[in-house]
């Protein structure tokens, strides 16, 4: 396969989209109706369009029902948390921003349990933070590094304007990103994968307004700064 290398040979070190302070996360949200009105609309909508609700309980029970920290009764799930402590999850049917969880593993190397969180036309994977209870959002699943010292996520959503890659480092009390960026997503999805505990790549086969690019971009740590290099394949 021609690999021709375009650009960046003078590696772009790549600016965050936004500031890289420590995420310590948030504390679970409240669900509650504002008015009536939204009662009224949730009762007629559950009358004729029943929740999938038991067949998403039964798939996640096989997730948590070996682990004594976690359980789900109805619609609450409920997390132990580092003290004694519980972390209780409900879904919320009220509103334009309605959303329930679905319980997915524990991920020891981050010391976190991992939460999706399912709204009507998006999703969110949520790390619920087993020191502290709070609660981060990401918009991909956690990919760890070989030595699991960082991991990084990669989504690709046209439906929702998603095009977002970032590497992220746990800390004491939550997550860092050492970079937030972007990938060329086009009309496809790109393929997160580690070639060494200092080198991601992102390849993405479908790129370009038409969807008839095939791009790889190779991210490789120089320091505490994360540099890229994109290659057109043919």
């Given amino acids: 396969?021609?690999?021709?290398?375009?650009?960046?040979?003078?590696?772009?070190?790549?600016?965050?989209?936004?500031?890289?302070?420590?995420?310590t996360g948030k504390p679970p949200p409240t669900c509650v109706p504002k008015n009536w009105n939204e009662v009224e609309t949730?009762?007629?909508?559950?009358?004729?369009?029943?929740?999938?609700?038991?067949?998403?309980?039964?798939?996640?029970?096989?997730?948590?029902?070996?682990?004594?920290?976690?359980w789900r009764n109805l619609d609450k799930l409920y997390i132990a948390v580092t003290g004694g402590k519980v972390v209780t999850l409900t879904d919320c049917p009220f509103g334009d921003e309605m959303y329930f969880y679905i319980y997915q593993h524990y991920d020891e190397n981050g010391a976190f349990h991992l939460v999706r969180t399912v709204f009507y036309e998006?999703?969110?994977?949520?790390?619920?933070?087993?020191?502290?209870?709070?609660?981060?959002?990401?918009?991909g699943p956690p990919v760890w590094s070989p030595d699991k010292?960082?991991?990084?996520?990669?989504?690709?959503?046209?439906?929702?304007?998603?095009?977002?890659l970032a590497i992220l480092r746990p800390t004491e009390d939550g997550v860092k990103a050492e970079i937030e960026t972007t990938i060329p997503c086009g009309l496809g999805e790109c393929q997160l994968a580690w070639e060494s505990a200092s080198s991601l790549t992102a390849t993405c086969l479908k790129s370009g307004d038409q969807g008839n690019e095939r791009k790889r971009v190779r991210y490789t740590r120089q320091g505490d700064k994360w540099g890229a290099t994109t290659t057109t394949l043919k």
């Fill in 1 to 23: 396969m021609l690999i021709r290398w375009i650009c960046l040979f003078a590696v772009a070190v790549l600016s965050p989209g936004f500031a890289l302070a420590d995420d």
């Fill in 42 to 70: 949730w009762r007629d909508w559950a009358s004729h369009t029943p929740p999938a609700n038991q067949k998403n309980w039964v798939e996640e029970r096989t997730r948590w029902v070996n682990n004594r920290d976690v």
């Fill in 122 to 139: 998006d999703h969110l994977f949520t790390l619920v933070m087993r020191k502290t209870g709070k609660l981060i959002d990401l918009p």
């Fill in 149 to 164: 010292a960082r991991f990084a996520y990669g989504v690709c959503d046209l439906l929702n304007g998603k095009d977002n």
